[in-house]
């Protein structure tokens, strides 16, 4: 596609359930990123992909939240027993390499009521 | 560990006024510096960025950023705004080598007053 994909836009979840949400990154780009803009906070780092494998997780807030890669493409990251506190824009980016312009999705809203 | 600090949360500034958004980062290897910009109701878009080079880099609707190796800094200037340019600006840094992980500041709200 031309741009970064992330699907769906808006999320609406009962406490303690599980959600997965997804991101299409630009085809041909290796590094694929994710983040949590919490309301009033600035744009936290998740976790960073290279290909399917992911150098590094420091970013995940607890265990509750994991990501995978497939085919060096999609990627989806699944939030288990969501919290309120896990209410916000996820949004997603991908890139041809460190060097390179980091390119966002329009993100995902999550909201756990 | 890498951190990028955007020391301004909220920066208001008249129409036509000259702005300054600072940016500082702790690396001790070589870095890429870029800073987003989130227009209300947008995604993040790249406003400039330096990978190498000469130290400062502009945008193509004025706005400009230097790095100084030394301050270990790369503020985001513009010597007189108008009211699109408000907007929430990220600052972000990726080290050369290393670690590949793009890590952003916590941004800074522009706001341009009429």
């Known amino acids: 596609g031309a741009g970064v994909s992330q699907s769906p836009s808006n999320k609406v979840t009962e406490k303690g359930k599980d959600v997965e949400l997804r991101c299409d990154p630009i085809?041909?780009?290796?590094?694929l990123y994710w983040y949590r803009q919490s309301l009033g906070q600035g744009l936290e780092f998740l976790i960073y992909f290279q290909g399917n494998s992911a150098p590094d997780k420091s970013g995940l807030p607890s265990d509750r939240f994991s990501a995978e890669r497939t085919g060096g493409s999609v990627s989806t990251l699944t939030i288990q027993r969501t919290q309120q506190e896990d209410s916000a824009v996820y949004l997603c980016?991908?890139?041809?390499?460190?060097?390179?312009?980091?390119?966002f999705g329009q993100g995902t809203r999550l909201t756990v009521v | 560990a890498q951190s990028v600090t955007q020391l301004d949360s909220q920066v208001p500034v008249f129409e036509e006024a000259p702005v300054e958004l600072r940016c500082n980062y702790s690396?001790?290897?070589?870095?890429?510096l870029f800073w987003y910009v989130q227009y209300p109701n947008q995604g993040l878009q790249l406003l400039l960025k330096?990978?190498?080079?000469?130290?400062l880099v502009e945008s193509i609707n004025g706005f400009e950023a230097e790095f100084n190796k030394s301050q270990t800094s790369f503020h985001l200037r513009k010597p007189s705004v108008h009211i699109s340019d408000t907007a929430e600006y990220f600052c972000?840094?990726?080290?050369?080598?290393?670690?590949?992980?793009?890590?952003f500041g916590t941004g800074t709200r522009l706001t341009v007053i009429p």
């Open positions: 972000a840094v990726s080290e050369g080598t290393g670690a590949n992980n793009l890590f």
């Open positions: 330096y990978l190498s080079g000469s130290t």
């Open positions: 690396s001790s290897v070589s870095v890429y």
């Open positions: 980016a991908s890139s041809l390499g460190r060097k390179a312009e980091a390119f």
């Open positions: 085809s041909g780009h290796t590094a």
